[in-house]
């Protein structure tokens, strides 16, 4: 089984911080991803990556940024936290490979509060 | 451009009824459909996917859906609810001429099984 690992799940920060969520995925998938996801809106894609030092904007990057250093591992950074960056964040890994139907494995996400 | 629309944020069903969760997809290209499950503190799992093929889709846990093209919908059903069906679902699309990192979220249904 495909195991997708977010190393907190919850994690309580103060404004201004910065912020590290990490994940881990362990099948060598090429594609990884940050959603966050908010009561009503489903999930929304903040950067995705397709590749060790690739990274693609997703639909809500502001505030944030990534990196890809090593194949399993793709973090979310967020350079200086803010309340509205409260929300929980789920990383998601896929094979490149049938690009666009290849589902996702998700983690069980982290639960960030900015206080 | 694309979107999903789930049309009941919270459906409510008793043990051992049918379940009818729907959706509503706008997209320029053939799209590829999915739905997905989140239980409780975890992260999504994939229930199953369309991709072109044929247009009923039988998934995990005996749920399947029924990709309409000309209703533009892809409804989530189960013959007979479980409590452990308790969960909240979502409906995705992603186009098939484009890349992954295009998948749209529905805001989600909250499934809620009662004895």
């Known amino acids: 089984d495909v195991k997708v690992t977010q190393s907190s799940r919850y994690l309580v920060k103060r404004t201004g911080e910065k912020v590290f969520l990490e994940c881990v995925q362990d099948m060598d998938h090429e594609n990884m991803f940050w959603y966050r996801q908010d009561p009503g809106l489903g999930l929304r894609l903040i950067y995705f990556?397709?590749?060790?030092?690739?990274?693609e904007k997703g639909d809500i990057p502001e505030g944030y940024s990534v990196s890809r250093e090593k194949k399993e591992r793709f973090s979310l950074i967020l350079e200086s936290a803010s309340t509205n960056q409260t929300s929980m964040y789920l990383c998601?890994?896929?094979?490149?490979?049938?690009?666009?139907?290849?589902?996702?494995?998700f983690g069980n996400g982290t639960r960030l509060t900015v206080t | 451009a694309q979107s999903v629309t789930q049309l009941d944020s919270h459906v409510s069903v008793s043990e051992g009824t049918p379940v009818l969760l729907r959706c509503n997809y706008s997209?320029?290209?053939?799209?590829?459909l999915f739905w997905y499950v989140q239980h409780p503190n975890k992260g999504l799992q994939l229930l199953l996917k369309?991709?072109?093929?044929?247009?009923l889709v039988k998934g995990i846990n005996g749920f399947e859906a029924e990709f309409k093209k000309s209703e533009t919908s892809f409804h989530l059903t189960k013959p007979s609810a479980h409590m452990s069906d308790a969960a909240e679902y979502f409906c995705?699309?992603?186009?098939?001429?484009?890349?992954?990192?295009?998948?749209?979220f529905g805001a989600g249904t909250q499934v809620v099984v009662t004895p």
């Open positions: 995705v699309v992603s186009p098939t001429t484009d890349s992954w990192g295009k998948l749209q």
């Open positions: 369309y991709t072109s093929a044929a247009t």
């Open positions: 998601a890994s896929s094979f490149l490979t049938s690009s666009y139907n290849s589902p996702l494995h």
């Open positions: 997209s320029s290209y053939s799209p590829s």
């Open positions: 990556s397709y590749d060790v030092k690739m990274k």
